[in-house]
């Protein structure tokens, strides 16, 4: 039996943090039922675990650590991660997978209105290790910090700004190499006509 006061810290922190742990989960796997799902999955992992691992850690850290670890679970247990294309955007894909709108709150503060531009951020993002998709989205869209990010990952604050530094480099170049490849398509598309 739980004590009322963890009780009531618990009712808290779900108040609280239960918004922003579903944006984050929503914008890794892009449904919202994977996100209900998985919000619920880090709230009972909280609620039992409350008594032997919070040990007065800062709340947030603690459950957005929770979330990342049960994120990469679900991503490390898919065989072949299916993300979606152009082409295979509007299929199912398999369970857990980063799908259509995980950029949705990324191209928000990149403030892209175009909606091009969006598609090719988010195949850019998709193109990346979601090693490197889940810090860049904590660092950029749930705007935390290197050490925010390295506690949550459980790395040193160094490894998380190179790791952060280093998702920033391959989604740029993933982005150019998405936007060259639209360019090119649009030109053989026209010289076709």
């Known amino acids: 039996m739980i004590p009322d006061e963890v009780s009531l810290a618990l009712i808290k922190l779900y108040e609280k943090f239960r918004k922003p742990i579903h944006s984050y989960m929503y914008s890794l796997f892009g449904n919202q039922e994977d996100a209900d799902d998985l919000t619920q999955e880090v709230f009972i992992h909280a609620c039992n675990s409350w008594n032997s691992i919070y040990k007065g850690r800062h709340a947030s850290l603690w459950l957005y650590s929770i979330a990342t670890t049960l994120c990469i679970e679900r991503l490390r247990r898919q065989k072949s991660p299916q993300f979606p294309t152009e082409q295979n ?105």
């Open 89 to 193: 955007s509007n299929e199912d894909s398999s369970e857990g997978s980063l799908k259509e709108n995980n950029l949705s709150l990324l191209s928000f503060h990149v403030d892209f209105c175009d909606s091009i531009k969006k598609e090719s951020i988010q195949q850019a993002l998709m193109s990346i290790p979601y090693e490197y998709a889940i810090i860049l989205i904590l660092n950029v869209s749930q705007k935390m910090s290197y050490q925010e990010v390295a506690a949550i990952m459980g790395i040193s604050p160094g490894t998380a700004a190179t790791n952060i530094q280093q998702a920033k480099k391959l989604f740029l170049n993933q982005y150019h190499r998405v936007i060259a490849d639209k360019i090119k398509t649009g030109k053989s598309t026209d010289e076709n006509q």
